[in-house]
């Protein structure tokens, strides 16, 4: 069936980098994207989402990237920290269902 | 602090029990969700239910059930227990059904289930 990936399994990244992490999907009809931050032992955060009306988003420190024509999305996080370090999973949401389908995830490690 | 709240945390059983993880959703809330999380498979969605309704469902096995009570707090069954059932699972909670964008889906803590 369709789904959601995650082009790499880690990143490393130094304190103070920009870090990018990359989603691949598939469905066509997913009209809303999340993307969710897991710390050890935790549950999923959630960090910004996205419609697909949009090609991007800025929070505090973080930025989504929606390209529609290729079916991928990014999360930018500026001036990375240590407690950044994580798992970075996107979702997509199809239009008309309320259920998320979640991609493999990124482990973000950040060097002091 | 998401506002979901999932007990136990920690739950060590044998082989054939049954279990049963309870969830309370955020304050207003009123879709609660289950997903399992395992190292090989990632987050996969079990099942949803609505204001007391099952809306949608998911990879969730027969051996699985669950309801969702009046006062909207959720209970998720765990039946004839294997050693592959050892995973993470959480609850999650959403003002709305869905159907709309923008209807954010909070996560509780989760409860570790490990199976002997």
């Known amino acids: 069936g369709e789904s959601v990936g995650l082009h790499l399994p880690t990143l490393s990244v130094q304190e103070g980098d920009n870090s990018i992490i990359n989603c691949a999907y598939s469905?066509?009809?997913?009209?809303?994207f999340i993307w969710y931050k897991q710390e050890s032992g935790k549950g999923p955060q959630f960090i910004i989402d996205?419609?697909?009306?949009?090609d991007k988003r800025q929070g505090q420190r973080v930025t989504v990237l929606l390209n529609k024509t290729v079916k991928h999305l990014s999360l930018q996080i500026a001036a990375t920290q240590p407690g950044d370090s994580a798992v970075y999973f996107c979702?997509?949401?199809?239009?008309?269902?309320?259920?998320?389908?979640f991609g493999k995830g990124t482990m973000l490690l950040v060097s002091p | 602090d998401s506002g979901v709240t999932q007990t136990p945390k920690h739950l060590i059983t044998a082989t054939g029990q049954r279990v049963t993880l309870r969830c309370s959703p955020r304050?207003?809330?009123?879709?609660v969700y289950w997903y399992q999380q395992s190292l090989d498979q990632g987050l996969q969605f079990l099942i949803q239910?609505?204001?007391?309704?099952?809306?949608a469902k998911g990879n969730i096995l027969e051996r699985f059930s669950a309801q969702q009570f009046p006062d909207l707090h959720s209970e998720l069954n765990l039946s004839s227990l294997e050693l592959g059932d050892s995973a993470l699972y959480f609850c999650?909670?959403?003002?709305?059904?869905?159907?709309?964008?923008?209807?954010?889906?909070?996560f509780g803590e989760g409860s570790w289930l490990t199976v002997v």
């Open positions: 999650a909670s959403s003002v709305e059904d869905g159907g709309s964008s923008g209807n954010t889906i909070y």
């Open positions: 469905n066509s009809a997913s009209d809303y």
């Open positions: 996205i419609r697909s009306n949009m």
């Open positions: 239910y609505y204001n007391g309704e099952e809306r």
């Open positions: 979702a997509e949401r199809s239009s008309g269902y309320s259920t998320l389908t």
């Open positions: 304050s207003g809330d009123l879709s």
